[in-house]
């Protein structure tokens, strides 16, 4: 009999209903928060969001990353996963009278039940130990925390208790197979009579559906929120490339502001993303602008949100209790009563968030350094778990300050004023753009129309001295595969990369559309890149105004061209055989295009050894250039490219491989801040391989 020794077992019924009255009011007054954002779709289809859920969820892939915490949560979450589904097993038979806990069902819940609770009970104290004693710098300690492992914590023993006490009283054949139960059984015999054995049992009995009551009813007001709210964002992940940013219509004459400037102006997903943060900070962890000691805490901007969301709904909630008859039928939730605010449903006369005394989202919710400061390197967004996105909101307030406040960092007006002027940062005149590639002789599209590859060298390649020796190398790589190639020459412009991630959208949008209007005039189909930027840039973001093109970088094509036999390397010259090497993961080469065996493969073609450095890869460590970075001098802080710097020279080797322009200036400036150019040599992997040429 299930509820053997309670009384009044039906009891557990109302409690239930009551805790999820609870529970679901809860989850409502969230729902009623995110309502105040904007429409947005992010349904990616059933299976996919399923699929998502499966690996990220219940697989846990992102969360075994790290090995302690990774494996601490993946045995609570079990535990409890079990737990439930035994739990549920037993309610069904006590409940409505289907006869299955029984025979191997029976068997496989009682030893499940007890090995996973065991696991779940261990998982818990490494979380004590963790957050209490080893105290990671990363982890905030609250109150919320110490009542979740608290409640955790006892509804397990408790569990472990009554079973231990039922079989203390009542023999039981299959007690070897509960064995917490088991172990504890004889213990409690020796310590109680019966009659106490009995009281004890109907008390702790008691107290565990209490307990597990109460951590359910207070679900959607603690962290433990993210028990659903994570795998729904899993679910609802971004797919497809990352960091694209929605275009502007500057045409259309309906649209007062740009950028993001209030909270209601993010997208119900942006404000959705702030409550399925768990703040676990493994973004704070690997953000480069946070580690060298920037102002910015991806973790603190979220949580900062947060609470501005919830500020934000109270104002609004009791705007419309003072003044009922403003908003929409007289009644209106305050889903309806923002967007009455936003002007959607006609409704003019309700105040904006400024009327209403609340603090200003850009400036004193979240800092003007917190904005600058990001490199865009999309680390943060890789290392969390539950995909909250961090960087398209920082775009998007960078878009309201520049195009609506003119507010940026100084450096920032030279490199727009440079671009706008001459179509690159350096200001250079943009007549001189095709003069280093022609004096090697490279056609210009106008002169080899049926090149099989436009070669765009980007305003590195063409401008900047050192990486001019790259745009050489691959020139002399193509050759040397009698690969058809040509370039634009002068009617190629800055692909807009640094404009777009700066805010400057306008820029972006002038400078690309001339330069798709060229590339569609010559019929372009295939682009090689040297810069993952304006790979990037041409591949994913030029589409949405027309331009579709077959994009490579230089790193994909020139494997392709050894794999395939069309590029041959003379291995006995250069030089470079057996010497070591690290290689440097550009940003938007891997985080953004998932480009890693590429590269590598390419060096260890030519014979080098290949040593990693401690952030290889998705954990790769920014460079300090890219978000238009590049332009903008670092105030405070150590110099992340120094840093970097600094991690590329602990291996011991001789070479530094790049992939990337800016990578390749950085880490430069970084070996030499340490006095180490001379024994360390910076180069592009296109440079490695020309070594190689006879």
């Given at each position: 009999m299930l509820y053997w020794n309670i009384d009044g077992h039906w009891l557990i019924y109302p409690l239930a209903v009551i805790t999820f009255i609870i529970f679901f009011y809860g989850y409502y007054r969230r729902y009623r928060l995110w309502k105040m954002g904007q429409p947005e779709k992010r349904w990616p289809g059933l299976w996919q969001g399923i699929k998502d859920v499966l690996i990220y969820g219940f697989g846990h892939k992102r969360i075994l990353k790290e090995g302690y915490p990774g494996l601490m949560h993946a045995m609570i979450f079990w535990g409890f996963a079990l737990l439930f589904f035994a739990t549920l097993i037993v309610a069904i038979q006590a409940d409505f009278g289907l006869q299955i806990f029984r025979g191997p069902l029976y068997l496989f819940i009682k030893v499940t039940a007890n090995l996973f609770g065991l696991l779940a009970l261990l998982g818990i104290l490494m979380a004590l130990w963790r957050r209490y004693v080893i105290r990671p710098q990363r982890l905030d300690n609250t109150k919320d925390d110490a009542i979740i492992l608290a409640l955790i914590l006892l509804i397990l023993i408790t569990g472990f208790i009554v079973q231990g006490l039922r079989m203390a009283i009542e023999p039981d054949p299959w007690a070897t197979y509960a064995f917490m139960g088991y172990i504890m059984a004889p213990w409690l015999a020796s310590l109680f009579s019966e009659a106490t054995l009995l009281s004890l049992h109907k008390i702790i009995w008691w107290i565990h559906p209490i307990l597990a009551f109460t951590l359910i009813a207070y679900f959607p007001y603690s962290k433990l929120s993210h028990i659903l709210l994570a795998p729904a964002n899993q679910a609802l992940r971004h797919h497809g490339p990352p960091g694209v940013p929605e275009p502007i219509d500057f045409e259309d004459e309906s649209i007062e502001t740009y950028g993001k400037s209030k909270l209601r102006e993010f997208s119900w997903k942006t404000l959705f993303n702030t409550d399925a943060c768990v703040?676990?900070?493994?973004?704070?962890?690997?953000?480069?602008?946070?580690?060298?000691?920037?102002?910015?805490?991806?973790?603190?901007?979220?949580?900062?949100?947060?609470?501005?969301?919830?500020?934000?709904?109270?104002?609004?909630?009791?705007?419309?209790?003072?003044?009922?008859?403003?908003?929409?039928?007289?009644?209106?939730?305050?889903?309806?009563?923002?967007?009455?605010?936003?002007?959607?449903?006609?409704?003019?006369?309700?105040?904006?968030?400024?009327?209403?005394?609340?603090?200003?989202?850009?400036?004193?919710?979240?800092?003007?350094?917190?904005?600058?400061?990001?490199?865009?390197?999309?680390?943060?967004?890789?290392?969390?778990?539950?995909?909250?996105?961090?960087?398209?909101?920082?775009?998007?307030?960078?878009?309201?300050?520049?195009?609506?406040?003119?507010?940026?960092?100084?450096?920032?007006?030279?490199?727009?004023?440079?671009?706008?002027?001459?179509?690159?940062?350096?200001?250079?005149?943009?007549?001189?753009?095709?003069?280093?590639?022609?004096?090697?002789?490279?056609?210009?599209?106008?002169?080899?129309?049926?090149?099989?590859?436009?070669?765009?060298?980007?305003?590195?390649?063409?401008?900047?001295?050192?990486?001019?020796?790259?745009?050489?190398?691959?020139?002399?790589?193509?050759?040397?595969?009698?690969?058809?190639?040509?370039i634009l020459g002068n009617e190629e412009k800055c692909c807009g990369d640094s404009a777009r991630r700066l805010g400057n959208e306008y820029l972006f949008h002038s400078l690309a559309t001339e330069n798709i209007k060229v590339l569609n005039g010559y019929g372009v189909k295939k682009i090689l890149t040297q810069c993952p930027h304006c790979f990037n840039c041409l591949k994913h973001e030029y589409p949405q105004f027309g331009g579709d093109f077959e994009v490579l970088h230089h790193t994909e094509y020139l494997n392709d061209l050894l794999s395939s036999g069309r590029l041959q390397l003379n291995h006995g010259i250069g030089g470079a055989d057996g010497r070591r090497i690290t290689y440097h993961d550009s940003c938007y080469l891997g985080r953004y295009n998932t480009i890693y065996q590429a590269p590598?493969?390419?060096?260890?073609?030519?014979?080098?050894?290949?040593?990693?450095?401690?952030?290889?890869?998705?954990?790769?460590?920014?460079?300090?250039?890219?978000?238009?970075?590049?332009?903008?001098?670092?105030?405070?802080?150590?110099?992340?490219?120094?840093?970097?710097?600094?991690?590329?020279?602990?291996?011991?080797?001789?070479?530094?491989?790049?992939?990337?322009?800016?990578?390749?200036?950085?880490?430069?400036?970084?070996?030499?801040?340490?006095?180490?150019?001379?024994?360390?040599?910076?180069l592009d992997i296109a440079e490695i391989l020309a070594e190689k040429i006879s």
């Amino acid at each position: 009999m299930l509820y053997w020794n309670i009384d009044g077992h039906w009891l557990i019924y109302p409690l239930a209903v009551i805790t999820f009255i609870i529970f679901f009011y809860g989850y409502y007054r969230r729902y009623r928060l995110w309502k105040m954002g904007q429409p947005e779709k992010r349904w990616p289809g059933l299976w996919q969001g399923i699929k998502d859920v499966l690996i990220y969820g219940f697989g846990h892939k992102r969360i075994l990353k790290e090995g302690y915490p990774g494996l601490m949560h993946a045995m609570i979450f079990w535990g409890f996963a079990l737990l439930f589904f035994a739990t549920l097993i037993v309610a069904i038979q006590a409940d409505f009278g289907l006869q299955i806990f029984r025979g191997p069902l029976y068997l496989f819940i009682k030893v499940t039940a007890n090995l996973f609770g065991l696991l779940a009970l261990l998982g818990i104290l490494m979380a004590l130990w963790r957050r209490y004693v080893i105290r990671p710098q990363r982890l905030d300690n609250t109150k919320d925390d110490a009542i979740i492992l608290a409640l955790i914590l006892l509804i397990l023993i408790t569990g472990f208790i009554v079973q231990g006490l039922r079989m203390a009283i009542e023999p039981d054949p299959w007690a070897t197979y509960a064995f917490m139960g088991y172990i504890m059984a004889p213990w409690l015999a020796s310590l109680f009579s019966e009659a106490t054995l009995l009281s004890l049992h109907k008390i702790i009995w008691w107290i565990h559906p209490i307990l597990a009551f109460t951590l359910i009813a207070y679900f959607p007001y603690s962290k433990l929120s993210h028990i659903l709210l994570a795998p729904a964002n899993q679910a609802l992940r971004h797919h497809g490339p990352p960091g694209v940013p929605e275009p502007i219509d500057f045409e259309d004459e309906s649209i007062e502001t740009y950028g993001k400037s209030k909270l209601r102006e993010f997208s119900w997903k942006t404000l959705f993303n702030t409550d399925a943060c768990v703040k676990c900070g493994r973004c704070q962890d690997h953000c480069p602008a946070y580690l060298s000691g920037k102002h910015l805490n991806p973790k603190q901007v979220i949580q900062d949100l947060r609470v501005h969301m919830e500020e934000v709904g109270k104002a609004y909630e009791n705007y419309r209790k003072k003044h009922p008859t403003t908003a929409v039928g007289g009644g209106a939730g305050l889903q309806e009563t923002v967007a009455a605010a936003q002007g959607s449903t006609g409704q003019e006369n309700l105040p904006g968030e400024e009327e209403l005394g609340l603090p200003e989202l850009i400036g004193q919710v979240i800092s003007e350094n917190d904005i600058w400061d990001c490199t865009t390197c999309r680390s943060c967004e890789e290392q969390c778990p539950i995909f909250v996105e961090h960087v398209d909101k920082t775009v998007a307030m960078r878009r309201n300050l520049v195009l609506m406040e003119s507010c940026f960092p100084p450096e920032a007006q030279l490199a727009f004023r440079n671009m706008e002027n001459n179509g690159n940062p350096w200001g250079i005149g943009w007549s001189t753009r095709a003069d280093y590639l022609q004096s090697l002789d490279v056609p210009t599209l106008a002169e080899n129309p049926e090149a099989e590859i436009l070669y765009y060298p980007g305003c590195s390649g063409a401008f900047d001295g050192r990486n001019q020796k790259v745009s050489a190398a691959i020139v002399k790589l193509l050759r040397e595969a009698q690969v058809n190639f040509a370039i634009l020459g002068n009617e190629e412009k800055c692909c807009g990369d640094s404009a777009r991630r700066l805010g400057n959208e306008y820029l972006f949008h002038s400078l690309a559309t001339e330069n798709i209007k060229v590339l569609n005039g010559y019929g372009v189909k295939k682009i090689l890149t040297q810069c993952p930027h304006c790979f990037n840039c041409l591949k994913h973001e030029y589409p949405q105004f027309g331009g579709d093109f077959e994009v490579l970088h230089h790193t994909e094509y020139l494997n392709d061209l050894l794999s395939s036999g069309r590029l041959q390397l003379n291995h006995g010259i250069g030089g470079a055989d057996g010497r070591r090497i690290t290689y440097h993961d550009s940003c938007y080469l891997g985080r953004y295009n998932t480009i890693y065996q590429a590269p590598r493969q390419l060096l260890q073609e030519v014979g080098l050894n290949l040593l990693e450095m401690a952030h290889t890869k998705e954990k790769s460590f920014c460079c300090g250039a890219g978000g238009g970075r590049m332009w903008l001098e670092e105030h405070q802080g150590e110099r992340i490219n120094v840093m970097r710097a600094d991690e590329a020279i602990a291996p011991g080797v001789d070479r530094v491989g790049t992939a990337c322009p800016f990578c390749l200036t950085m880490i430069s400036d970084g070996v030499a801040a340490r006095e180490a150019g001379e024994q360390v040599k910076v180069l592009d992997i296109a440079e490695i391989l020309a070594e190689k040429i006879s």
